[in-house]
C-alpha cells in the first residue's frame, strides 16, 4: 500500500488539509475504502470542564475517545448530575485506568473499585467517585463519553 499520509477526523472523506496534516482516503478498485487517520491528545477536539475535572476529547472516523481527568473530591453524583440531569450517570464506558483510584457503585447495588492498569466496562446506571488524594486519569473508548458525557440536556 503506498504511503499518503496522516488524516484528522473527517479529513479524509472531505480530502481537506488539517492540523496534524492532509486528510485523505483512497477508494480501491474492488470499491475498498482505504483511510489512515491520526490524531493526539495533545490537541484535543474539545474540553469540558465540570467541578472537580475535565474531560478532553478527539473525534475521529469510526472512534471517539475521551480521557476523563478527576481530581480528588470529585464524585459524579455532585459534580456532573447537575449538567447531565439524571439521578445516575446514564453513559456506557469502555475504559482503561491510568492513574489514581475510583469506586463505582450500580444503581441496583453492585460495586467495585478500579485502579492504575485496569480495563473496564460499566453500563448506564451508576455513580463514581475518586478514592484517596490523588487524581485518577481514564482513558474510555465507548464513545458515549467522548460525545455526551457532562453535556446539559
Known sequence: M???GWAAAGAAREGRETETGPGRAVTRPEGR??????KTLDKPDERRDFPRGHLEAVHMSGLDFAVGTFEPGWRW?????PIAGTKS????HN??????RMRITMDEGGEGE????????????????VVGD???VVYDFAGDMA???AKGK
Do not use: N, R
Open 147 to 149: 460525545k455526551d458525557y
Open 77 to 81: 453524583s455532585e459534580s456532573v448530575a
Open 95 to 100: 475504559g482503561y485506568v491510568v492513574q489514581g
Open 33 to 38: 475504502v482505504v483511510m489512515f487517520e491520526v
Open 134 to 136: 490523588e487524581q485518577c
Open 89 to 92: 450517570c446514564q453513559v456506557h
Open 114 to 129: 478500579l485502579g492504575p492498569g485496569d480495563i473496564f466496562v460499566v453500563t448506564p446506571g451508576h455513580d463514581a467517585w
Open 2 to 4: 503506498e504511503w499518503w
